[in-house]
């Protein structure tokens, strides 16, 4: 009779996919009713990855990306509700309110890492004041 033990693969070579940015993003708004956030780095992560993102209200403004590989950031991308998009590793990521009905309100934006099993990476607010 032979027993096997089964130790560990820890050991082997080469880098694995990371689909997890670390540390966690965390966008704030970068004023009362700015309606926009900071530019925020998405590091860690080994290959792109697609982020989701939904506001709690849709009747009152669209919510618009940017990202770039510095924080000079590219073109404004308007999202629909539960739209998303690809972010490479180490590029920058800033949301900004894109077109609204009132003068003024605010709405919760969840962003979630449709790569990483739809998990939440953030929640903040973003209110606009005309």
Known sequence: ????????????SGGGVDVTPTPTPNWTETGTYSGETDIVQIQGISQAI???????????FDVGVQTGATTALGTQVDLTTNGTFS?????????IISAWSPTTFTATVTVKNVSDNNTVLDTFTLGYLD
């Open 1 to 12: 009779m032979r027993l096997f033990t089964v130790v560990s693969n820890s050991f082997r």
């Open 87 to 95: 972010i490479s590793p180490n590029y920058y990521v800033k949301f």
């Open 50 to 60: 697609t982020l989701q993102v939904t506001w709690s209200d849709t009747n009152l």
